[in-house]
T-cell receptor, first 110, second 112 residues
Framework: EDQVTQSPEALRLQEGESSSLNCSYT??????LFWYRQDPGKGPEFLFT???AGEEKEKERLKATLTKKESFLHITAPKPEDSATYLC???????????FGEGTQLTVNP | SAVISQKPSRDICQRGTSLTIQCQVD?????MFWYRQQPGQSLTLIAT?????????ESGFVIDKFPISRPNLTFSTLTVSNMSPEDSSIYLC?????????FGQGTRLTVV
């Protein structure tokens, strides 16, 4: 059974204080690993898809990396508007359903 | 990419009643997915809706409680039946296109 574990559950940073969020996964075959941002009361907003170990993608202050067992979402010099819950999900090669982690609630204080 | 229109965006319902949530996609997709997100928790898959066949439900979810329709390749509905306060959640529809997954805005349901 696919498993996705995110850590930490919650993270509080000062504006400009860089950090990383972790997503560990167990799947029989990875078709894609997704990162989403979710603001309260809204649906997940797509950030990145990573397909293979060693792959990296960047968007503004966010950078996602992937290994065979985990993915990191690096946040460089965060701003208060980066405060949200960040969700990781995996898509297995044999299926079309996503398995989500529990999310990391990020708060960036000014 | 896909644009998904989901409605209603929110509703407050009396216990014992039912609510139907609609999801319209701007592209034809084979499968649509319905998720539930309870307060403070991540997304849990309710069922997968295929056009022309019965939906496939995940463990813990049954058709009598969450009937789903999928009349064509761009539209689906999820009904939350005989609601109780425990059904208060955000309900989301999703599609996977190639290897990207897109979500509707969500329906925030409060059962009183």
């Amino acid at each position: 059974e696919d498993q996705v574990t995110q850590s930490p559950e919650a993270l509080r940073l000062q504006e400009g204080e860089s950090s990383s969020l972790n997503c560990s996964y167990t799947v029989s075959g990875l078709r894609g690993l997704f990162w989403y941002r979710q603001d309260p009361g809204k649906g997940p907003e797509f950030l990145f898809t990573l397909y293979s170990a060693g792959e990296e993608k960047e968007k503004e202050r966010l950078k996602a990396t992937l290994t065979k067992k985990e993915s990191f979402l690096h946040i460089t010099a965060p701003k208060p508007e980066d405060s949200a819950t960040y969700l990781c999900a995996v898509l297995e090669t044999s299926g079309s359903r996503l398995t989500f982690g529990e999310g990391t609630q990020l708060t960036v204080n000014p | 990419s896909a644009v998904i229109s989901q409605k209603p965006s929110r509703d407050i319902c009396q216990r014992g009643t039912s609510l139907t949530i609609q999801c319209q996609v701007d592209s034809q997709v084979t499968m649509m997915f319905w998720y539930r997100q309870q307060p403070g928790q991540s997304l849990t898959l309710i069922a997968t809706a295929n056009q022309g066949s019965e939906a496939t439900y995940e463990s813990g979810f049954v058709i009598d409680k969450f009937p789903i329709s999928r009349p064509n390749l761009t539209f689906s509905t999820l009904t939350v039946s005989n609601m109780s306060p425990e059904d208060s959640s955000i309900y989301l529809c999703s599609v996977v296109m190639a290897t990207q997954a897109f979500f509707g805005q969500g329906t925030r349901l409060t059962v009183v």
